[in-house]
């Protein structure tokens, strides 16, 4: 057991109003540099939809993430031997009209345009070239469904559904949607760090935290198409590739990340989850049907002593092992198990969890008036106006099981919390919704409480990062006698 | 005179300007150390014009290499004419699939009003030079045959004896003017290595064939973390 600690994240999809402000607060920091305009290391998309770059998911076209070919863990693009044969020119890299032309307008022109007839306009000007463009597209095009046959018909996660169902989605009175916001999943497996020729990415022991070295990277560019995210990007002015960091600048210093602190939903959560980094390889090669299962394994109990045991032998700090205990992310994940993980089948073992929304049912309009209370228990969730496959392809493999099951706790503790607020439900209607999804009127309202009412410390319990243990690596400070404290330059001399 | 400039001083400088300003630049600035590839901006041309050049200033590299280190073998190959002209069409081949390559990512460059916001002053010369050994490498295999046969008999002893540090210029002077702008350009391109985006031959990462897939670092080494008096025996600690 090689025990590592990780900063996690939860992000609850029923929280989520789609107001970009993670998106903004993130590109004010980071990228809003040249080379830098058109990533959006935080980006949220509207599904269904295709999503930034386009068609993302659709890793027929960009090869992303791993593979299980001859019961092996490959990356699904390219081989060690083959990355090196295309290293002139990467076959699945997607290019910037692929994400789109950052621009932005030519306001002097409000000022000094000279006297005319007409109203002096601020025409769109392209952020690489210089020179005045038609916008074709930009980031979020596709927001709350605008341009649906372009972008919401074409998602790539509606492969298993019939027909029938494909089509009753985009059905006027059935139509819905859900905010996806996504960050980097600072993966288990990353594909990018294998991806890499020149090993510039690398994964931070101590919190788990995906980097590039920006002093290795020689624009290769092979971790622009190894990540199935697309959370990698390339600046096309420098020549190096730059991804979400998580702001460990902030992270160091015991502040959340900007996308966090900023969520005006109060949807995003993080703390530490401990794993097992010996099962890696196991897990990630697991068969696609235990995938979801078994992702879910490799993250140990902090409350378990034989695991704090190792963990501490691995130099685990005793206080991210007490964060670990609060972990916001170990409540929603292991202990309620409420959440899960975005496209598991790619194997890279991701650790930004997703609660699913549940989603208004389809209305009943025989009767002549728009009704969508449902008689029966999980009526809510059986007459979903979004197929459970769709929502199983994003987010269990294809395993509808799975997400019915979670999708039902949800359902439970808004029945519980319905009963003790409001009254109108029948006592037996709660009970046998616990008896079906396990939980306890304690644990609902566990639940509850961290979903709606979480206060900051609640919702981000940042481990220290223990920067005074690093520079002991490089001095010595406390460990024989007469040297701590401070000392004088010159040697005091005795004459 | 101008043989001297050209033959012997220009050599010189080149090979010390890289080694010495690629180590500088590795060292102190590897911020800079990149291809700077422009595939975001524009991929479909990048892929005919990247392939053909590469691959052809590849096998022209390592096949100048060879002449260089083996003229013996080269030689005996070229004992055979049927041997001489199999070698002498491949080169041939890799020289002008450099040259397509050349022009197609020169003509790339003009056409793509973005790649003019990624293409430096060093971009051009870059495009200048490489333009220049691929038509000089050219006219000389089309005008001065078998090259393959002459390289081992004046130039070999020729770049020999620069690496020796006796400049030998008894042969190589008497080559025409087109041969002797051919070497002074291939030590121009080898001196501006450590300037342009032509850095990424000597960082070529052939490191990801064994390394490991997985890179974790730490900033706390957990088994020296405890016991730092081990990491520094017989050193007293700075702060008494």
């Known amino acids: ?495 | 005179m101008s043989d001297i400039f050209l033959l012997i001083a220009l050599p010189y400088t080149a090979l010390i300007v890289m080694l010495v300003g690629s180590v500088y630049v590795y060292g102190t600035q590897a911020y800079k150390v990149t291809s700077l590839s422009t595939q975001f901006l524009e991929s479909r041309d990048l892929f005919f014009g990247g392939l053909f050049m590469h691959w052809g200033i590849v096998a022209l590299f390592f096949g100048h290499l060879i002449a260089f280190l083996f003229p013996a073998s080269v030689i005996a190959w070229n004992g055979n004419p049927v041997r001489l002209i199999i070698l002498e069409a491949a080169a041939l081949i890799f020289g002008i699939s450099f040259f397509v390559g050349v022009v197609i990512l020169i003509f790339r460059r003009l056409r793509n009003k973005r790649l003019h916001r990624a293409t430096t002053d060093m971009d051009i010369a870059v495009f200048v030079v490489l333009l220049t050994q691929a038509v000089t490498g050219i006219w000389i295999a089309l005008t001065y045959r078998w090259g393959s046969a002459w390289f081992a008999s004046v130039l070999t002893p020729y770049i020999r004896s620069l690496f020796l540090m006796n400049p030998v210029l008894a042969a190589v002077s008497a080559m025409p003017l087109i041969i002797k702008i051919h070497i002074s350009t291939a030590f121009l391109l080898i001196g501006m290595i450590p300037f342009s985006r032509f850095m990424h031959f000597l960082v070529f990462p052939v490191k990801y064939f064994w390394r490991p897939f997985q890179v974790v670092m730490w900033n706390r080494d957990r088994k020296l973390m405890r016991n730092s008096t081990a990491m520094t025996p017989e050193v007293k600690s700075r702060n008494n």
């Open chain 1, 1 to 495: 057991m090689d025990v590592r600690s990780q900063i996690a994240m939860v992000f609850h999809l029923d929280k989520c109003i789609g107001c970009h402000t993670c998106s903004i607060a993130c590109k004010n920091i980071w990228t809003d540099r040249k080379g830098a305009e058109y990533m959006w290391w935080n980006n949220v998309e509207t599904k269904p939809g295709t999503g930034y770059p386009n068609k993302w998911e659709d890793q027929s076209v960009y090869k992303g993430g791993w593979t299980k070919s001859d019961n092996e863990l490959r990356l699904k693009g390219m081989d060690r031997k083959s990355t090196m044969a295309n290293i002139f020119h990467n076959p699945h890299m997607p290019v910037m009209d692929d994400y789109y032309e950052p621009w932005t307008y030519d306001y002097a022109n409000l000022f000094e345009a000279p006297a005319g007839d007409d109203q002096p306009t601020a025409r769109p000007i392209s952020l690489v070239t210089g020179e005045p463009i038609d916008i074709k597209t930009g980031p979020n095009w596709d927001d709350d469904l605008g341009g649906s046959p372009d972008y919401a018909r074409q998602d790539v996660n509606m492969h298993d559904l019939t027909p029938a169902e494909k089509e009753a989605m985009f059905q006027l009175e059935r139509m819905t949607m859900f905010y996806l916001p996504r960050i980097c999943n600072h993966c288990l497996n990353a594909a990018c760090v294998a991806a890499c020729p020149s090993g510039a990415i690398y994964k931070r022991g101590e919190d788990g935290i995906v980097l590039i070295n920006q002093n290795k990277c020689r624009s290769w560019r092979m971790c622009v198409s190894a990540c199935p995210y697309k959370k990698s990007y390339y600046n096309w002015n420098n020549g190096k590739s730059e991804k979400c960091l998580l702001c460990y600048p902030r992270l160091e210093t015991g502040q959340a990340p900007a996308c966090m602190h900023t969520c005006v939903g109060r949807i995003r959560y993080l703390g530490v989850l401990l794993y097992d980094a010996d099962r890696i390889k196991e897990i990630a090669s697991c068969n696609e049907k235990d995938l979801v299962a078994k992702q879910m394994e490799i993250y140990l109990d902090p409350f378990d002593e034989q695991v704090r045991q190792a963990a501490r032998k691995n130099g685990v700090a005793e206080s991210t092992l007490e964060s670990a205990r609060k972990s916001p992310v170990w409540k929603f994940v292991k202990e309620w198990g409420i959440a899960l993980l975005l496209h598991p089948e790619y194997r890279t073992l991701p650790n930004l969890f997703y609660v699913p929304p549940l989603l208004p049912a389809i209305a009943d309009t025989s009767t002549g008036s728009y009704e969508t209370t449902c008689a029966s228990l999980w009526g809510g969730i059986e007459s979903s106006r979004v197929p459970m496959q769709y929502m199983a392809n994003l987010f269990t493999a294809g395993d509808t099981e799975k997400i019915r099951e979670v999708l039902k706790k949800l359902m439970a503790v808004r029945i519980h919390r319905r009963g003790v607020t409001v009254g109108d439900l029948h006592e037996d209607e709660c009970k046998q919704a616990f008896a079906e999804t396990g939980l306890t009127a304690d644990v609902a309202d566990a639940i509850f409480r961290l979903t709606s009412l979480p206060k900051f410390g609640e919702r981000f319990v940042i481990p220290a990062a223990h920067r005074e243990e690093a520079t002991e690596l490089l001095e010595n400070t406390a460990d024989i006698k007469g040297n701590t404290g401070f000392g004088t330059l010159n040697t005091p001399q005795r004459i």
